[in-house]
Each structure stands twice: as C-alpha cells, then as structure tokens.
C-alpha cells in the first residue's frame, strides 16, 4: 500500500496525477496524511503524528484513517491494498 | 479537554475533492455553510447545555420584526387593516401571545383551537371561526360570544338557522368562499364556490335569515402562493360579492378576510431558486390586495375592513431546530450520510422544504455532499436528499433554519418523544415556553385492561 511516486504534492493541500490529469483539494489533515504517506510512513505511525498535533480521539482518527486510505484508493492515488 | 489537549490544532476529517478544472463549484458561493454559533446573541451551545438537543428556539424579536414589517406593508396602503393568527400554524401559547400583543386577533379552526385562544384571553368577539368542522355546542358557544363564524358548508349554514332560532342572540356570520384565481389545484373542496353561484345562494340564504348577521366574506385560496396575482383576483371577486350585496339589499359588508397563504422566504423541495429568491414578499402581496379594493369603487364610508390570517410567512423566519450529528456513513453508492437526532417526526416540514441547515461551529472552507437522515427507523425520514455541508463530525451541532411554521402543530410523537421549545426574548434571556416530553407524558395517557397487566416470559 503506497501512494503513487508520481502524485505531486504541494503543501497548500494540492494534489495532482500527472498520469491522468486528475486534480485534488485536500484540508489540512488530509494534506499531513498525505505527506507522511510520501514519507513511507506506516498507518500506525500516521496515527500517532496526527494524534500528537491535533485535538481529537483515537477512535475518531482510526476510523477516518481508514476510510481516508480507502478514498484515495478509490481516486486512484494508492496502489496496493489498504489492509 | 485537557490542559494539554488545548494547544493542538483543531480537528476536522480528512477529505480530498476532485477538482474539475473550468467548472465553477455549482454551489456557487459559500455564504450557506457559514456557521449559526448564536441566535440573538444567545450562544446554541449553551441552549444545547441548558435544554438538550434537539430543541426549537423561538426567536421573539423576529416575531414582532416579521410581524410589523407585514403590518406596515398593508396600513401604508390601506386605512383599516387587521390580522388574526392563524392558531395551527403555531398555538404555543407564548407564540400566540407574542401576536396578541401585537394586536392580531386570532383565527381559529377547531374547538381546540378556539378554547384554546378563549383561555390566552382573546375577546370572544375578535375571534374568527373558520373550518368545516364545529359541533352544535361549539357554534351555540361562538354565537353567545359574538365571534366571527365563517360557514364553510350549507350543513353547517342549515345548523345555524336551527341553532339561532333558539338562541338569545343573533349569529355574526362569514361564509367562505372559494373561486378560480389561476392558480392549479384549485382548492375547492372549503367554502362555497364563487364561479358557480354557489357561494351567491349561500348569501341569499343568510340574508333571508333574520338570526344571522353576514358581516363578512371570506377566502383563502391556497397556501405558499407564489404569485401576488392570485389574491388581486380574489380581492376582485369578493369585492364583487360585497358590491351586490348593497346593490340588492344595500347592506355593507364590514370586511374581506383574504386568508394567509403568503409564501416565506423557505425554498420548496425541488424548486430551481432558493425562496428568497422565489417569495414576493409582503410588499407586493398588500400592492396586489390593497389596489384592487382601492379601485373597486367603493365609497368612503363603505370600504371594508381587510382581514389577513397570514400564517407560515408570519412566523417561519422566527423558527430554529438545534440538533446534533449522531453519526457519519458511507452508503453503498459511495455517497456520504449524515444522521442526525432530529427527523421528521418534529421537522414535518422536511416533507416540503428544503431547509437550510448551518453547523453551529466554525470550520474550514472544505465542505461534502451529503444525505441529512433523521434518527428514526424509518426510510422515509429523510431531512435533505442533498446538501453541502462542512465536514461534521459525531456531537457537532447544527441549527436549521426557518422552521417556525407548522412544525409545532404537526409534529408527532413517533419513535421518540417532543423535544423542548424555548423562546428567546426582546432582552436576550431564555424562556422555556414548552416542555419536553417524557414517558409519563404518553403513558399517562394509556390503559392497561386487569388481564392484560402482567406476563411471564
Ligand atoms: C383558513 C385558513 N387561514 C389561514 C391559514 C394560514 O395559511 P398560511 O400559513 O399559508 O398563511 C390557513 C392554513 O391552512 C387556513 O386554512
């Protein structure tokens, strides 16, 4: 489960496929998810830097992690599968 | 929270958008999902804390704002205006007497509803008794206090006679007439029809009746009625009733009561404009009303008196529900749902409306389309089909708008219990004007046959 090398990735929470031309907005937890992606990090450690700067409870954040990892799946910006 | 916890970064739920490049967010601008955090000045949250969610919060400075405004728009126009609140728009008691104040007489359709403006206080002589159902004991009452009867059908003129012919005073009586105005369905099945000549027999009746007064003619014609046109018509027919009735009899009738059916600032279920959009407002609906009987002809001292029971237009504005999110899913289509703690057990206008609802929170500009469902089990308890909202979370709040109208009369006590209604006044401070609910409210109510009191299981 990765996100696709060639997703460019600004830090304004612009995303763009260069493959097929699709262009995204993201908020800003979903742009940190994004860049950890980048960086290879695992979900667990996903989790825990988003735990560590946001106000929110764990609950929350695996449930929407999951269901985040399943949408950009679904937009075609991960290979792999997300379990 | 703990003290730790206050200096993260405020959460909200990851979502991408995709992004059609050319294509203006058909949503247009975003002013929708600014967030609603205080009515009048009076934090939601707190309201929440205090009286629970959901719960209706009735705004009384747009009450009486709404209710001059409707006024000024009619006396700037005509020299003898009078309302009367229509009881089932909304017969809370505050809500009503906020009205009484104001001056409207009431206007009611059921022996409920006229006991119930008999006990705020209204004089008996200003209330209009309108609607095809009153019993023989409740028209003996009417007529022993001079209240304004408008007979909807000829069983119930026929029970007039019979009841006034023993009866120590004569009945002020209206009758109701309903007449083509171009506007389709005709609603036809109140009153007596005007293009048939039904409504002149009825007339004639009466005034061959020596035990009844006709004191008034009365019509409405439909209700949120997008065109002021409508009401030029049916100012003109009424206006030609009361012209023959002096030609014949050179009686003058004292007023035309032109019922409600002005349409609020609400939007309709699938209509293309929002309502504001839509709603010719109080302005013109008096322009179309007022000229019609201005330029009738009447003389100077003949001119009637114009009644209005405006409704929904009255009191919608006034009206919030305050909820909360109770969960977030994905249905199968991939299209996102939200499920709320209020349905249309209490929101019974989701059947018609499509009513702006606002987060009572701020949050990004990032927003999703969504299904708003109610808490009810049942399929039909759909809120809004489709909706841009923030991303909400579990336990935010959201306030809806412009519920002020019908909900309090119609809702039903379904799957769970009525929520509290709370007024805010003039000043700021909080009223609980209605109570909740509970289960002794319903179960006092119910009995238990001895045999079936207990079981084994
Ligand atoms: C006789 C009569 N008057 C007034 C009203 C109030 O109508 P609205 O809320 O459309 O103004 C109604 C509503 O059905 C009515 O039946």
Known sequence: ?83 | MTAESKAKVRYERPIIRKMNSGLMNKFGTRTEYAPTSHIDSVPVKRIIQEYGSPCFVISERTLRKTYQSALRAFKTRYPKVQFAWSYKTNYIDAVCNVFHQEGSWAEVVSGFEYEKAIRNGVPGNKIIFNGPDKSTDELKRAIENESLIHIDHFDELYDLIEITETSKKKAKVAIRVNMDVGVYPLWDRFGFNYESYQAWQAIVKIMNCDRMELVGLHCHIGTFMLTSNAYSVAASKLCDLAYNIKLKWNKSIQYLDLGGGFASTNTLRGSYLPGSDSSPGFDDYAEAITSTILNFGFKQEDLPLLILETGRAMVDDAGYLLGTVLANKRLSDGRRATIMDFGVNILFTAFWYEHKISPAQEFTHHTEEMVVYGPLCMNIDKIRESVSLPLLSRGDHVVVHKVGAYNMTQWMQFIAMRPNVVMIDAKGEVHKIRERETIDTLTGLELKPDHLKTFKL
């Not at chain 1, 995303?15 to 979900?43: H, M, R, Y």
């Not at chain 1, 929350?60 to 997300?82: A, K, P, S």
């Open chain 1, 1 to 83: 489960m990765k996100l696709l090398s060639n997703i460019a990735v600004s830090e304004s929470g612009y995303l763009f496929n260069p493959t097929n031309g699709d262009s995204f907005s993201s908020n800003a937890v979903a742009t940190d998810i994004i860049s950890l992606l980048k960086q290879d990090k695992n979900p667990d450690e996903i989790k825990k830097a988003i735990l560590e700067k946001y106000d929110v409870e764990k609950s929350t954040i695996e449930r929407d992690l999951d269901e985040f990892l399943q949408e950009l799946r679904d937009n075609y910006l991960m290979d792999g599968d997300v379990r």
